[in-house]
Nanobody, 126 residues
Framework: QVQLVESGGGLVHAGGSLRLSCAASGTTPSVRITAMSWYRQPPGKERELVAR???????DYADSVKGRFTISRENAKNTNYLQMDSLKPEDTSVYFCRWEYTRSLEDGNIEVGAYWGQGTRVTVSS
């Protein structure tokens, strides 16, 4: 069973930076990661997509973070990152990583799904 663990959250002043990490364990050769994403859920609001990186290297960012956040991955470490610069108080949220995957099954079928981490809290003070 693949598990994702986020780290790197914390308290930072507005204008500061943080780098979030999402490390995977339990991966197997039958699992192919097709995309890695970061979501966030501000207090009292819905979870929203922040950034997404496909296996082909294409990226997509929420308008609110374009030019400030950068998503990346390090395959050798089974880890992806979210570099967050020029942080604003409205970036305060719990951040979750999500990895989309396909998995080859013994019967020849392909399972499509996603793994989620437990979240890491980011607080930006004004």
């Amino acid at each position: 069973q693949v598990q994702l663990v986020e780290s790197g959250g914390g308290l930072v002043h507005a204008g500061g930076s943080l780098r979030l990490s999402c490390a995977a364990s339990g991966t197997t050769p039958s699992v192919r990661i097709t995309a890695m994403s970061w979501y966030r859920q501000p207090p009292g609001k819905e979870r929203e997509l922040v950034a997404r990186l496909t296996s082909g290297g294409n990226t997509d960012y929420a308008d609110s973070v374009k030019g400030r956040f950068t998503i990346s991955r390090e395959n050798a470490k089974n880890t992806n990152y979210l570099q967050m610069d020029s942080l604003k108080p409205e970036d305060t949220s719990v951040y979750f990583c999500r990895w989309e995957y396909t998995r080859s099954l013994e019967d020849g079928n392909i399972e499509v799904g996603a793994y989620w981490g437990q979240g890491t809290r980011v607080t930006v003070s004004s």
